[in-house]
Structure formats: structure tokens, C-alpha cells
């Protein structure tokens, strides 16, 4: 049982999100609503007030920005109680040591890397092709 069946059943939690997937659309194809640098991974619909209202009490998120959004005082309360305390278990001593939200800051030329790297598997190791103009397939080839 998690938190918010506290404030409504897991079936109207279930039809609410529903409802604002049908009507709002899915939150991958949208920015987070706390869009900057620190955003990282998927976007989620995320509850405004915690209290599940409508389908107006929801905004888009990315996952490091709703886990920041849901951790209250309240939710790590709970989290400890139910053995959930897993990833919120840090103190905001160590929180504040490993930056904003924990995430890694990473250099552009680590991201360019990355980005060529997964554009390297995205257009030549999936298709299981080489071409030679392809700095990573000629690597690959010798």
C-alpha cells in the first residue's frame, strides 16, 4: 500500500491517470515543467498537490524532478516506515556533497562522446552495418 491510497483508492488513481494520458496527451512527448540542466531521463505526469484532484492537478516532470517534487518530510516519513527508504535514505548533508539532486555533471565533450556513441548503435550496430566514413565502425572493423 503506498501513500497515495491514503488519499484515494488505486482504482481511482488508476482511472485518473487514465484519463489524463487520454486527455492531455503523454508526457514523454512534452518538456518538464522544471526544465534545466539537471533534467535527466524520462517525462513523467507528475501530481501537483499530492491530493490527486483532476486532470488539471498534474504536470509534466522528468524523473530526477519528480523525485525531488515528491520528497517531503512526509513522503521519506512513510518511506521509512514501509523499507522504501532506499534512495532517500541520504541526508541533505550528503545530498548538498553530491550536488543538485545527485546528479553528475558531465563535461560537453563526454556528452558529444555519448551522443556519438549512441548514434553509432542506433544507425550501424542495430542495422548490423559499417560504413567507412563512421570514425566508431572503422574502430570496430581492425
Known amino acids: 500500500m503506498t501513500k497515495r491510497f491514503d488519499v484515494i483508492s488505486e482504482k481511482e488513481y488508476l482511472a485518473l491517470h487514465y484519463q489524463v494520458r487520454k486527455l492531455r496527451g503523454r508526457a514523454r512527448y512534452l518538456q518538464c515543467a522544471h526544465a534545466d ?3 535527466l531521463s524520462y517525462i513523467v505526469w507528475a501530481n501537483i498537490s499530492h491530493l490527486y484532484l483532476d486532470v488539471d492537478d498534474f504536470m509534466p516532470l522528468c524523473r530526477s524532478h519528480h523525485r525531488r517534487h515528491d520528497d517531503t ?4 516519513s512513510y ?8 534512495a532517500l535514505a541520504l541526508t541533505d548533508e550528503q545530498r548538498s556533497a553530491l550536488g543538485h539532486a545527485g546528479a553528475v555533471a558531465h563535461t560537453s565533450e563526454q556528452q558529444a562522446k555519448a551522443a556519438r ?5 542506433r544507425w550501424h550496430v542495430r542495422r548490423g552495418t559499417t560504413s567507412p566514413s563512421c570514425i566508431l565502425c572503422i574502430g570496430l572493423s581492425t
Open 37 to 39: 540542466k539537471t533534467c
Open 73 to 76: 518530510i512526509e513522503w521519506r
Open 79 to 86: 518511506a521509512s516506515a514501509a523499507g522504501r527508504a532506499g
Open 117 to 121: 556513441s549512441a548514434n553509432h548503435n
